[in-house]
């Protein structure tokens, strides 16, 4: 299953972290690179549909990310580990 990324936007409050970014990802490994503040975790949670985009649009396998219901759907079919995260142990 593929991920579109067409010119996407994403950011916290004023601040803009990624601004027009454009890519495909393709089956397989791929990792992301970068220092502290570049972006990463923002894309990921973008990615996971943890965050919606402010422009642009992401697509995973056919489905368009624009509504909830998609994010849903999307939800469904990936998996995604934070490197920290809570849960209730009980």
């Known amino acids: 299953m593929s991920v579109v990324i067409d010119g996407l ?7 803009t972290i990624i601004d027009g970014l454009s890519a495909t990802l393709n089956p397989g490994i ?3 690179l970068g220092p502290n503040g570049a972006g990463k975790t923002t894309l990921l949670r973008t990615l996971a549909t943890i965050m919606p985009p402010r422009n642009g649009s992401v697509r995973v396998g056919d489905v368009v ?6 994010a849903r759907a999307v939800r469904e079919r990936i998996g995604y580990l934070p490197q920290d ?4 142990p009980t």
Do not use: I, N
Not at 65 to 70: I, K, L, N
Not at 85 to 88: E, L, V
């Open 9 to 15: 936007a994403q950011g916290y409050g004023l601040s």
């Open 30 to 32: 791929t990792a992301l």
């Open 65 to 70: 990310v624009d509504r909830e219901r998609q």
């Open 85 to 88: 995260f809570g849960f209730d």
